[in-house]
């Protein structure tokens, strides 16, 4: 079961239904990048997933992250499996495909007795039956 709430619904419409993902991009970081200006609206219908690389150097961890077409982050994430050992050296490629999903790890939340969570006060009426829309077709 999925939980959708407000804080994830981040995709922005455009014409023709097409959606939008936001993730964070950076290159190179030493620490988690993972703050509002590093936020980026990803390319329409082309770039439908986050990328995240967690490399381990002597210096520390770096990351990378970055809108990418899923196809391409599965490719690159499953060519550097055997690299991602959290050792010296290694390199750890994610991918997802929810709204800033390349940010921090989230802790852990209790289960809810509902699929959906929604504050419509907080999104248009148009964009609540969209999303409704979306998640009948989707389930």
């Known amino acids: 079961m999925r939980l959708l709430t407000v804080s994830t619904l981040l995709l922005s419409f455009s014409p023709g239904l097409a ?3 936001q993730c964070y991009q950076c290159e190179e970081m030493t620490h988690d990048c993972s703050t509002p200006e590093f936020i980026v ?4 219908n082309v770039q439908d997933t986050c990328q995240k690389e967690v490399l381990v150097k002597d210096d520390g961890m770096h990351y990378r992250k970055s809108c990418a077409s899923s196809g391409a982050c599965l490719i690159a994430s499953s060519g550097y499996q055997q690299f ?3 050792k010296l ?4 490629i994610t991918c997802c495909n929810t709204p800033l999903c390349n940010g921090p790890r989230q802790k852990k939340r209790p289960q809810s007795s509902s699929a959906i969570t ?3 006060l907080q999104l248009p009426a148009c964009s609540v039956f969209v999303l409704l829309l979306l998640v009948s077709i989707l389930c």
């Open 89 to 92: 050296n290694s390199v750890c």
């Open 41 to 44: 609206n990803c390319t329409v």
């Open 19 to 21: 959606l939008q993902i």
């Open 84 to 86: 991602c050992t959290g």
């Open 118 to 120: 929604i504050n419509a």
